[in-house]
């Protein structure tokens, strides 16, 4: 079993910060590539950030210059640091990550985390 457990989300005023954490646990023998996304009330689920086991990163142009991804791979850990935040960034901001496991062979599924609301005011 895998988890992804988020935290850092909450309410903050516009041009302030927040810094999201996620962090993977369970019987992993490798965390590939992570990730973050964001779905607003009424649209749909967006490409946030991305970043590879080897620190390649990609942004969604909405976030670039604002957001930096980052990761710890001895804590399997995944960042997003959210500065000049604006109104339009308020979602639910989820992680995923492309985990390998080993049972009798190797698998690799892309796991979830629950979530954590990030409200911005104006």
């Known amino acids: 079993q895998v988890k992804l457990v988020e935290s850092g989300g909450g309410l903050v005023q516009a041009g302030g910060s927040l810094r999201l954490s996620c962090a993977a646990s369970g019987s992993i023998f490798r965390v590939n590539t992570m990730g973050w996304y964001r779905q607003a009330p009424g649209k749909q689920r967006e490409l946030v950030a991305t970043?590879?086991?080897?620190?390649?990163?990609n942004y969604a142009d909405s976030v670039k210059g604002r957001f930096t991804v980052s990761r710890d791979n001895a804590m399997n850990t995944v960042y997003l640091q959210m500065n000049s935040l604006k109104p339009e960034d308020t979602a639910v901001y989820c992680c995923n990550a492309d985990v390998t496991i080993y049972t009798t062979a190797f698998y690799t599924f892309r796991y979830w985390g629950q979530g954590t609301q990030v409200t911005v005011s104006s």
């Open positions: 970043i590879t086991s080897d620190n390649a990163t």
